[in-house]
């Protein structure tokens, strides 16, 4: 009973475009080379295209994890995108923008760090603070205005 659905070229191309897209907005380097790893695991795992083409994100998640291709960087990354180097970039604009509204450096401090952890809340992905709605900044600026 042989498999009547294999990957295509176009399958291919599609589940790495995909990926690229996806490991690109949550900020990691090197896509290609967890890309072109996904893919070979996934068509090992199911070689009907069909069949993968129907899996639950969970089950996606799930495969993922079990194979080869991620390390515990990308986990954290994709976990918890959050990293020290994106809330201190995060505390510096900010920072700069309160004092440059007349903060002091002290008053300045102490809002950021309470506006980082809002955000952190509202906003799992960094990369997503810009979608903040005028009404969630509004919410930032009341709770942790001194």
């Known amino acids: 009973m042989g498999i009547s659905h294999t990957w295509l070229e176009k399958d291919q191309m599609a589940f790495k475009s995909n990926c690229e897209g996806f490991l690109l907005r949550e900020g990691v380097v090197d896509v290609e080379t967890y890309c072109n790893c996904l893919l070979k695991s996934s068509m090992e795992t199911y070689p009907d295209v069909e069949e993968a083409m129907e899996l639950e994100q969970t ?15 990308l986990l954290l990354k994709i976990e918890d995108p959050w990293t020290k180097e994106t809330e201190a970039l995060f505390l510096e604009h900010c920072q700069k923008g309160r004092i440059g509204q007349g903060d002091g450096e002290t008053s300045a401090e102490a809002y950021c760090k309470c506006a980082l952890d809002e955000v952190r809340q509202l906003i ?3 990369q997503h603070v810009i979608s903040l709605t005028q009404e969630e900044l509004a919410q930032i600026f009341n709770k942790c205005q001194q």
């Open 124 to 126: 799992p992905n960094p």
């Open 59 to 73: 089950e996606i998640v799930q495969m993922f994890e079990a194979s080869d291709c991620i390390d515990e960087l």
